[in-house]
């Protein structure tokens, strides 16, 4: 048989202990498992947010690399286009090697050499007023390493009559 306590007899509902729950409020807050869990899904987040930071680094070193190794090809593009067809051969070797840093900016100090630009000039047979120069360059490495692949570019120069 239960016993009643006389506040329990006067509000009409039993009373069983003077806790929260016992009168009838819900606690709340979160239980151990569900922070370790929530703790969980956050680390793993942060780990994977991390991971793909040293991706995306890459793919953006990647990315500069090639946008400087296109304006090394335009400014040589455009020095080629500019010099007189009979000075190609001489302007081309007094001219290269070219070193550029790693802004693509000419630099004489071949310790602050990011970029190495050389030079193969040959005339196609049969091409008479046309000259083909092939320009490669080389990161952080001389383009004329073995085992080492450099990016190349080809430019057609014709005789204009400059």
Request: with cysteine; proline share 5%; hydrophobic share 40%.
């Amino acid at each position: 048989m239960a016993v009643l306590s006389i506040p329990a007899v006067l509000s009409g509902r039993p009373h069983c202990g003077v806790g929260t729950a016992a009168r009838g409020l819900s606690r709340s807050g979160f239980s151990l498992v569900e922070v370790t869990l929530a703790i969980g899904l956050v680390a793993f987040a942060i780990v994977v947010i991390f991971s793909l930071m040293s991706v995306g680094l890459a793919t953006l070193q990647e990315a500069n690399r090639q946008i400087v190794e296109t304006e090394i090809f335009n400014t040589v593009g455009s020095e080629l286009s500019s010099t007189p067809f009979d000075q190609l051969s001489t302007y081309c070797s007094a001219r290269f090697p070219v070193y550029f840093d790693n802004e693509g900016v000419e630099t004489t100090s071949v310790p602050n050499r990011v970029f190495t630009a050389r030079y193969e000039i040959a005339a196609p047979e049969g091409a008479g007023e046309l000259r083909r120069i092939t320009v490669s360059v080389g990161y952080q490495h001389d383009p004329t390493e073995t085992g080492y692949k450099p990016t190349k570019r080809t430019f057609l120069i014709a005789n204009r009559g400059l």
